[in-house]
């Protein structure tokens, strides 16, 4: 080769290694289009293939391809990759925790929990999304099932006590009672009122009856304490301040809920039944018009309803795998081991709970087809991709609410969530 054709061919190469790269960029923004769109996932895929083959050592473009063949079914390949991508960088836990998405995909879910614990690294402090996932992968490996109810309890405490920035609302609410509040929200939207009346109601009665008590409870205890001593000595001052606390947060979303289901009954034409809720509401020391304006936004409401559907589950999941011997429970709790009440459950503690989370999916998959996303904070690519996949979280959840009815020994209940599985167009092989 003359040095003419040489200095040539140099001064080409660097430039047809950067087109090499401009255009396996331009064909993963193309297959994350596919993705995201109506389109089969192996068009996505394809095109993923080819930008992996144009740019080999892209690492987002190789991670990407390895989940996206785990979705397929095509869990090998994925590994495959993620082998080789471990080979090159053994500390990188992006590593991890796409080969434990593909474990996941092939059910071995030892393997797993093995990789995503690794994918977490050292650190001590996890968010809340950290320890959700742990103690899902947890339960699906039937693995320490009591730290997974810790895991999950720790991330549902966290979110609940930031819940007000996040869900842009003033009130400070348990996630179950938030997670009513939204999907009644959205029933006024979506023509849902009375599945969502039947839930608040449900709710409303619980919570009615818990506050009595508790009131009963906090009269009692103050009797008893001022025969003793006045003040009250430091250890029964507390007692008596978490009981007061408690009473509170029990009164705000007894009020909260009543006001949701008040809105609900004069959309359906119920205004007897509104007015009954607004003297209730009085009655505990709120004015109706100031607790309508601390409910949250359509947009809150939607946010919130994604939450309960991840965080609700895993919880419903990991009670329904939990031990249900009540003697245990109550031994454990007399012998002082703590957080005992979170070593054992009960088919009604997992219902509860997964109950809800379907519920949420449910709400939001109607949500999607409403005027609700009609908002500049919402793409259209993430309407799209939630259209997609809003059908197969909905079949997972009901797939966990099945389990748990079967172990409970409700084979009617299991069988109707499994026509609704089949309805969706699934088969339980493909969920997971």
């Not at 607790?291 to 939450?307: E, G, Q, R, T, Y």
């Not at 748990?404 to 167009?425: M, P, T, W, Y």
């Amino acid at each position: 080769m003359s040095m003419r054709f040489l200095v040539l061919a140099l001064a080409i190469l660097p430039f047809s290694f950067g087109c090499r790269e401009e255009s396996a960029k331009w064909k993963q923004a193309r297959a994350n289009i596919l993705y995201t769109s109506a389109a089969p996932i192996k068009a996505a895929i394809a095109e993923l293939e080819s930008a992996n083959e144009l740019s080999p050592e892209d690492n987002n473009i190789k991670l990407q391809l390895a989940r996206l063949y785990a979705e397929d079914g095509q869990c090998e390949l994925g590994i495959g990759l993620c082998n080789e991508y471990l080979k090159l960088h053994p500390n990188d836990i992006r590593g991890y925790d796409t080969r434990a998405t593909c474990w996941r995909f092939l059910g071995k879910f030892d393997r797993a929990l093995a990789d995503y614990k690794k994918s977490l690294g050292d650190h001590i402090s996890r968010s809340p999304g950290e320890l959700n996932n742990l103690a899902y992968f947890r339960g699906l490996a039937e693995q320490e099932i009591n730290k997974a109810a810790l895991d999950i309890q720790k991330a549902i405490t966290e979110v609940e006590t930031g819940q007000g920035q996040a869900w842009g609302s003033p009130l400070m609410l348990p996630l179950r009672v938030r997670t009513l509040i939204s999907a009644g929200m959205i029933s006024r939207h979506v023509n849902r009122h009375q599945v969502a009346i039947g839930h608040l109601s449900q709710k409303i009665d619980q919570y009615d009856s818990t506050l009595a008590k508790l009131q009963e409870n906090l009269k009692a205890n103050v009797t008893d304490e001022s025969q003793f001593e006045f003040p009250f000595g430091k250890v029964a001052e507390r007692s008596l301040l978490n009981s007061r606390a408690r009473i509170e947060v029990q009164k705000t979303s007894l009020a909260a809920m009543l006001a949701t289901r008040a809105l609900i009954f004069e959309d359906f034409g119920k205004p007897a039944k509104a007015d009954r809720d607004r003297i209730r509401i009085r009655e505990l020391g709120f004015e109706f018009p100031a607790m309508v304006k601390k409910l949250p936004s359509d947009f809150a409401c939607l946010n919130s309803l994604d939450v309960a559907s991840t965080y609700l589950d895993t919880r419903g999941f990991v009670l329904g795998r939990q031990s249900w011997n009540t003697a245990s429970s109550m031994s454990a709790k007399i012998a002082g081991i703590a957080n005992a009440d979170l070593l054992y459950s009960s088919y009604k503690e997992a219902l509860s709970d997964l109950d809800l989370a379907v519920l949420s999916s449910q709400f939001s998959q109607l949500a999607l087809e409403s005027s609700l996303y009609n908002t500049p904070e919402i793409s259209s690519e993430q309407i799209a991709q939630r259209k997609k996949y809003s059908a197969r979280t909905t079949a997972v959840l009901l797939h966990h609410r099945k389990e748990v009815h079967l172990r409970g020994g409700n084979k009617a209940a299991a069988a109707k969530d499994q026509e609704q599985i089949d309805s969706l167009g699934f088969k339980d092989s493909s969920l997971f």
